[in-house]
């Protein structure tokens, strides 16, 4: 079972820094998780919500705000600096595009242009590149494209929806129901899981065959499973 780390070693920095990110590779995970959004500029960042507030206390709508000011005020990181080191360390990508959204779906279309230029270094260092949401039409849009797609939800029925090859539903469905990778797996589909913090569940996870784990504290997971 791999680890990814969930918005990078989140537990121990700020969430989707670029110190966040660097921890987790000294921290051991196998990968990391991001979430990207478009600024009003039309710069790809790696940011969860969409504003500043909660993490800065200064009120900025990422949408609405140029690049330059959000580096100001919360030190944003570009995606394509995380693609680099994620490169350079040979470190695996999920990658969440986040909706709904005032651009639509054009999250989707810059992101696939930045991956399709970078195909070749990808390749090269051997990661995989996955691309998440938990919105149907953008997963429709990931698969169109040719790209490795993890459909997300926290509420089961939503998997009725699902085409995509990887499900990625929330650690309670795993709890709730021990039989659920078993029967993905049935029907070839690989399971990502999110977010797993708790050793036991951990534990839970591998024990149930899942294939990557979002934790925000990467040192704990191995621990709990026995790395070194």
Same mark, same amino acid.
């Given at each position: 079972?791999?680890?990814?780390?969930?918005?990078?070693?989140?537990?121990?920095?700020?969430?989707?820094?670029?110190?966040?990110?660097?921890?987790?590779?000294?921290?051991?995970?196998?990968?990391?998780?991001?979430?990207?959004?478009?600024?009003?500029?039309?710069?790809?960042?790696?940011?969860?919500?969409? /504003? &500043?507030?909660?993490?800065? =206390?200064?009120? !900025?709508? %990422?949408?609405?705000? +140029?690049?330059?000011?959000? #580096? $100001?005020?919360?030190?944003?990181?570009?995606?394509?600096?995380?693609?680099?080191?994620?490169?350079?360390?040979?470190?695996?990508?999920?990658?969440?595009?986040?909706?709904?959204?005032?651009?639509?779906?054009?999250?989707?279309?810059?992101?696939?242009?930045?991956?399709?230029?970078?195909?070749?270094?990808?390749?090269?260092?051997?990661?995989?590149?996955?691309?998440?949401?938990?919105?149907?039409?953008?997963?429709?849009?990931?698969?169109?494209?040719?790209?490795?797609?993890?459909?997300?939800?926290?509420?089961?029925?939503?998997?009725?929806? /699902? &085409?995509?090859?990887?499900? =990625?539903?929330? !650690?309670? %469905?795993?709890?709730? +129901?021990?039989?659920?990778? #078993? $029967?993905?797996?049935?029907?070839?589909?690989?399971?990502?899981?999110?977010?797993?913090?708790?050793?036991?569940?951990?534990?839970?996870?591998?024990?149930?065959?899942?294939?990557?784990?979002?934790?925000?504290?990467?040192?704990?997971?191995?621990?709990?499973?026995?790395?070194?």
């Amino acid at each position: 079972m791999l680890i990814y780390a969930h918005r990078g070693a989140s537990a121990d920095f700020p969430e989707g820094s670029k110190a966040a990110y660097e921890a987790a590779i000294q921290q051991g995970a196998d990968g990391f998780e991001c979430d990207v959004r478009l600024t009003k500029d039309q710069r790809i960042i790696c940011f969860h919500d969409d /504003n &500043t507030k909660r993490l800065t =206390g200064v009120d !900025l709508e %990422i949408a609405q705000t +140029n690049y330059a000011e959000l #580096k $100001q005020a919360a030190d944003v990181y570009l995606f394509s600096e995380l693609l680099d080191l994620a490169i350079k360390n040979k470190k695996s990508l999920a990658i969440e595009t986040k909706h709904p959204v005032p651009t639509g779906g054009l999250i989707e279309k810059l992101l696939h242009q930045l991956l399709s230029k970078k195909a070749d270094e990808i390749k090269a260092s051997g990661i995989s590149i996955s691309i998440m949401s938990f919105s149907w039409f953008a997963t429709q849009r990931n698969i169109r494209a040719g790209f490795e797609s993890v459909y997300l939800f926290a509420e089961p029925l939503l998997l009725n929806l /699902n &085409t995509a090859g990887i499900v =990625g539903p929330a !650690l309670q %469905i795993i709890k709730n +129901n021990p039989d659920f990778v #078993k $029967q993905q797996k049935g029907k070839g589909r690989r399971v990502f899981v999110w977010t797993v913090n708790d050793s036991a569940d951990v534990k839970l996870c591998e024990q149930a065959g899942v294939e990557v784990i979002m934790s925000d504290n990467p040192a704990q997971a191995r621990k709990a499973l026995g790395y070194s």
